[in-house]
């Protein structure tokens, strides 16, 4: 079969692509969900790659599974959609973080091995990211699927994309992204789930550890999925690697129970949700009232404060509960001070009784 040929047929004949992500593009906020036709033929990368498959697509490219013809090897190729790279900024940011993703390197991430210029069908110039190839599914495919995690097999996972997640933000690199379609699941020799964090090029860099990310304005500022975003990121708020914590525990909720914890078709609804109400308890059956749901809840909280302060201070908590030990985890500080605050209330209550009310009863 010519691939390429049926790619662009697929192409032309309509072919769905599906986003749920938002963003703000020249000083504008976009929400994109459901399917849009991807109209747009294949774009050309040059003469070294042939293009084999078209993998998927998002709100910021099309993946494409490629074949480098000098070296006979295959990779990931993810070019930037023709609407997003007419933004400059958005641009800059992603080459920029493009090249502060490339210096990561760790057997649960997907490597970046570098970026180039492809042409789209108006002989745009389109940036593209070469990046290694996954032969797995991704999180997303796989619960779509149906397929079935029980809690060994959950925690076993969430260990590696911590491990994954662990090395970026040691390298001041925040994901900030976290969702199970950028969580690929590979087997290894002894087919056991082998994780690939994929999609850090609209990670942010921290600007605190890293000067690549500098100078950037907020334009083209990616802003998040929101049934996986912070409720600092919800409200605009500065994030840090606490926020991709956030988004690792709505993917942990999502796998125990089936659902993020704040799901739906209004975004708007989701987002308030993540700054103002509590997640429902686990089933039953995942664990209602165990140290799981506790340890899941603690990644949930509001406040970046409340939760861990970093993935490894939460990888010893989730080491633990993979094997089995008990685990302990603090209330929250809030609850703490709700209680003092009620403690002086009563206090404050009984010093009135006795100052100024007990006497007045006792002359009367
Ligand atoms: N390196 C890769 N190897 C194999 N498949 C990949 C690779 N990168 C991405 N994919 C596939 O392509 C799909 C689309 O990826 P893409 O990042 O464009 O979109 P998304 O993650 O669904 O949404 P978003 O744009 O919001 O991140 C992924 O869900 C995954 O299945
Ligand atoms: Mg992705």
């Not at 047929?9 to 399917?35: H, I, P, W």
């Not at 490219?61 to 007419?86: D, P, T």
């Not at 969430?158 to 491990?163: K, L, N, P």
């Not at 850090?200 to 950037?216: D, T």
């Amino acid at each position: 079969m010519d691939v390429r040929a049926e790619l662009c047929r697929c192409s032309s004949s309509g072919r769905k692509g599906a986003v749920d992500t938002l963003y703000e593009r020249n000083r504008q906020t976009f929400y994109e969900t459901a399917e849009y036709e991807e109209s747009s033929e294949p774009p050309k990368l040059g003469d070294d790659f042939e293009i084999l498959e078209l993998l998927g697509s998002g709100a910021m490219g099309a993946v494409y599974h490629v074949k480098q013809i000098s070296s006979q090897e295959e990779f990931a190729v993810k070019v930037m959609r023709a609407e997003v790279s007419r933004d400059k900024q958005l641009v800059k940011r992603f080459k920029l973080e493009a090249k502060a993703v490339e210096s990561l390197d760790h057997p649960n991430l997907i490597p970046v091995f570098g970026q180039g210029k492809a042409r789209g069908p108006s002989d745009e110039e389109l940036p593209y990211l070469l990046m290694g190839l996954s032969r797995g599914d991704s999180l997303k495919a796989l619960l779509k699927k149906g397929e079935r995690f029980d809690k060994e097999r959950i925690l076993n996972v969430m260990v590696q994309v911590a491990e994954a997640l662990a090395h970026a933000h040691a390298n001041g690199i925040i994901h900030r992204d976290v969702k199970p379609s950028n969580i690929m699941i590979e087997k290894n020799e002894s087919e056991e789930d082998l994780v690939k964090v994929l999609d850090f090029s609209i990670a942010k860099v921290n600007p605190v550890e890293n000067r690549v990310g500098q100078g950037l304005t907020m334009t083209g500022e990616f802003l998040g999925t929101p049934a996986y975003m912070s409720p600092e990121s919800c409200l605009g708020r500065a994030v840090d690697e606490r926020s991709d914590l956030y988004s690792f525990g709505c993917v942990f909720y999502e796998l125990l129970t089936g659902a993020p914890p704040f799901a739906g078709h209004n975004p708007v609804q989701i987002i308030v949700d993540h700054i103002n109400s509590t997640p429902a308890p686990l089933p039953l059956d995942r664990g209602k009232g165990s140290d799981l749901e506790k340890f899941v809840m603690k990644l949930l909280r509001k406040e970046p404060s409340e939760r861990y302060q970093s993935i490894e201070e939460m990888l010893v908590d989730l080491k633990a509960l993979r094997e089995g030990r008990k685990i302990k985890i603090e209330g929250m500080k809030r609850r703490i001070d709700e209680k003092r605050e009620a403690l002086m209330a009563v206090g404050v209550v009984f010093l009135t009784f006795c100052l100024v009310l007990a006497p007045r009863s006792l002359s009367i």
